[in-house]
């Protein structure tokens, strides 16, 4: 049975060997001097404050990450977890103080597509999983996302995520033994989360693991949602259920609307 990742984080920041290699077990997932060396100049440039700071975070963050689309900028004091897995789009903005994690065993892990906007101090957590982001997509401030092993969290184009949400692929314990203590018992694999095309999640909305939102639909804000939402339902409460249906409308029936107008 797999220990939880803090107990997992927690090992490899106080275990055995040089504080220097757990730091770049940690930060890097890696162990590169040369590639500590810059990491460390990069976050050196995180706090500069103004158009100095976006300036020279712009010029040498880029090389930091798997992929760094042209236009995509860093505002004062945002935090990097081994960036090298991270996969960021064209035209992103990722505002003060955000936090992105890249931590996973291997390969791409946090995904961000295209014109992006992370507000203030949104956190984009990979314990072992993956987050996916589509493009055009804007995540309220102080939102936080987590994805553990095998729980991935998956985002569509074009979706509205209000500040303070927090959505996870799954974050709960198994539970079943009573010998040894939950948070020792392993994350329970409940398929991730998926919030489809469109949608839109007012502020403070929770959105638990193993549960889609459909595409086009809006969740009211404080809502809590525990199972799957059809596309183009309007939900609210805790639990969310569904009040109303939109109606789906055609490109052509929209154009015909206007010009009657």
């Not at 995180?46 to 300036?55: C, K, Q, R, T, V």
């Not at 090298?84 to 931590?103: F, P, Q, T, W, Y």
């Not at 949400?165 to 010998?179: E, F, H, K, L, S």
Request: glycine content about 14%; overall charge positive.
């Amino acid at each position: 049975m797999s220990a939880s990742k803090s107990q997992k984080t927690h090992a490899a920041v106080t275990g055995e060997g040089s504080a220097i290699k757990r730091y770049m077990t940690v930060m890097l997932g890696e162990q590169s001097v040369l590639k500590l060396l810059y990491f460390e100049f990069c976050m050196w440039l995180s706090p500069i404050p103004g158009m100095l700071g976006l300036a020279l975070r712009k010029l040498f963050w880029p090389r930091l990450f798997a992929q760094c689309g042209k236009g995509t900028v860093f505002a004062a004091g945002v935090k990097l977890i081994q960036p090298a897995r991270i996969h960021m789009g064209k035209r992103c903005v990722i505002s003060e103080n955000c936090v992105l994690d890249g931590r996973g065993t291997s390969g791409s892990v946090l995904q961000l597509g295209d014109d992006v906007m992370l507000s203030h101090g949104v956190v984009l957590s990979c314990k072992d999983g993956n987050i996916s982001l589509g493009s055009r997509i804007g995540v309220g401030a102080y939102c936080v996302i987590q994805s553990t092993t095998d729980n991935p969290v998956t985002i569509g184009d074009d979706a509205v995520i209000g500040p303070q949400c927090y959505i996870t692929g799954g974050g709960n314990y198994n539970i079943d033994r009573t010998d040894i203590p939950i948070s020792q018992q392993g994350m329970r694999i409940m398929g991730g989360s998926t919030i489809e095309h469109g949608t839109w999640l007012g502020a403070k909305v929770t959105v638990l693991g193993g549960v889609t939102v459909g595409y086009d639909g809006i969740v009211a804000a404080g809502s809590t949602v525990t199972k799957t939402l059809p596309a183009l339902s309007i939900s609210l409460g805790s639990p969310a259920k569904v009040v109303k249906k939109r109606e789906a409308r055609t490109e052509q029936a929209s154009q015909n609307e206007q010009d009657a107008q």
